[in-house]
Every structure is written in structure tokens, then in C-alpha cells.
């Protein structure tokens, strides 16, 4: 069965500070991997995905992350956050032997002080 | 375009009562999927539609019961609500399933006194 873990459940950063959340999952086939943000009172939208290829990929708003296979890793970064990054970040791992199911992180808090 | 829509976007229940969460996509796409969020622990799938016509248990299916209506809706059935089903239902959908981001609709938050 596939898991992700998401390390951090709260990250609290001033406006320009560097963004790094954790991501790690548990399978050992090929896996697609996605990030998705909530902002407040909205609904899950994809912030960025890997599926083959380059392992650095990038995403809306400045966003981007790197999958290390070797470690079962996919972090998100972001060099200068803003108040407006301030949601909820889910990361989330699909199996392609799993019939495309989806499973999620508990998701990680972020709050930018201004 | 609306995407993914869902209704109602709130409601309270009491114990024992039923209903059935609506959601529908204008996307042509051929999977949906039901999950519910809780604090803390991410989304849950309850129930997916593969395709039209088929349905399969996800990871917390008690309690639940979906239909799959056409290749456009998806609607989720509690027969008999309980307090631990107070959350915030979901529904998404794919083109079909596999290396496919999933588009979300925009909740519905029930709570079950």
C-alpha cells in the first residue's frame, strides 16, 4: 500500500523567508507525484506534478520541487514567500499499478506573517 | 466551465437522518472521486468511479453509499449520518485514472449533531 508523510503540520515564516516542506512517501513501484495548495475557504487546487523525466519541476507562483527517488522524497520549495502563500499544502503520491487512487498527507499549515 | 460543483454547501444533520451529497463535472472526464478532510489527517477516499456504470471502495467507505448517474455525476449517500461523519466532503474528478491530477470541487462541510 502507498503512504506519504508530510513532516511539518505547522510552518510559520516571515514575508521573503525560504520555504521548504517536507514530503515522503512509501512504495516501491513507479509513482506519480503531485503538491496541492488550499488557500483559505477554497478548494484543493494543483500546485505542481511529476510524472517522468526531469526531477525538478516546477509549478504556479514561483513554486517547484524536487523528486529524489533514492530518498522517496518530494519537497516543495519556494525561495521568497509571500502573505498571499498562506493555505494549506497537501502532498500527495498515485501509483500507476494502483488504479490511479490517490493518497494524500495530512497536509502541512503555512502562515506567512506580513 | 464550472469544473466540479457540489451541493449543498453546508449542512447540519442529526443522528440518524439521511441524505445525499451531489456533484457533477463538465469535463468529459471518466473518473470521480469522493474523500472526506478532518483536521490532521489529509483527505480520505471514500468511494471512486472509475468509469460510468462502475464504483469501488476507497479507504473509509463505512457509512457510505454512492451512486454513479451518469458520466457527469456522483453522488454520495448517508444512510444513517453519525457525529463521525462531521467533515468536509469532497468531490474530484480525472480524465480517467492513472498519471492525472485531480480536480476538486468546492466542498460541502456537514456536521452531524
Known amino acids: 500500500a502507498q503512504s506519504v508523510s508530510q513532516h511539518n503540520h505547522h510552518v510559520i515564516l516571515s514575508e521573503a523567508a525560504s520555504l521548504e516542506l517536507g514530503c515522503n512517501y512509501s512504495y516501491g513501484g513507479t509513482v506519480n507525484l503531485f503538491w496541492y495548495v488550499q488557500y483559505p475557504g477554497q478548494h484543493l487546487q494543483l500546485l505542481l506534478k511529476y510524472f517522468s523525466g526531469d526531477p525538478l519541476v516546477k509549478g504556479i507562483k514561483g513554486f517547484e520541487a524536487e523528486f529524489i527517488k533514492s530518498k522517496f522524497s518530494f519537497n516543495l520549495r519556494k525561495p521568497s514567500v509571500q502573505w498571499s502563500d498562506t493555505a494549506e499544502y497537501f502532498c500527495?503520491?498515485?501509483?500507476?499499478?494502483?488504479?490511479?487512487?490517490?493518497?494524500f498527507g495530512d497536509g502541512t499549515t503555512l502562515t506567512v506573517k506580513p | 466551465n464550472a469544473g466540479v460543483t457540489q451541493t449543498p454547501k453546508f449542512q447540519v444533520l442529526k443522528t440518524g437522518q439521511s441524505m445525499t451529497l451531489q456533484c457533477a463535472q463538465d469535463?468529459?472526464?471518466?473518473?470521480m472521486y469522493w474523500y472526506r478532510q478532518d483536521p490532521g489527517m489529509g483527505l480520505r477516499l471514500i468511494y471512486y468511479s472509475a468509469s460510468e456504470g462502475t464504483t469501488d471502495k476507497g479507504e473509509v467507505p463505512n457509512g457510505y453509499n454512492v451512486s454513479r448517474l451518469n458520466k457527469r455525476e456522483f453522488s454520495l449517500r448517508l444512510e444513517s449520518a453519525a457525529p463521525s461523519q462531521t467533515s468536509v466532503y469532497f468531490c474530484?474528478?480525472?480524465?480517467?485514472?492513472?498519471?492525472?491530477?485531480?480536480?476538486f470541487g468546492p466542498g460541502t462541510r456537514l456536521t452531524v449533531t
Open positions: 474530484a474528478s480525472t480524465p480517467r485514472t492513472g498519471a492525472y491530477e485531480q480536480y
Open positions: 469535463m468529459n472526464h471518466n473518473s
Open positions: 500527495a503520491v498515485n501509483a500507476r499499478a494502483n488504479a490511479g487512487k490517490s493518497t
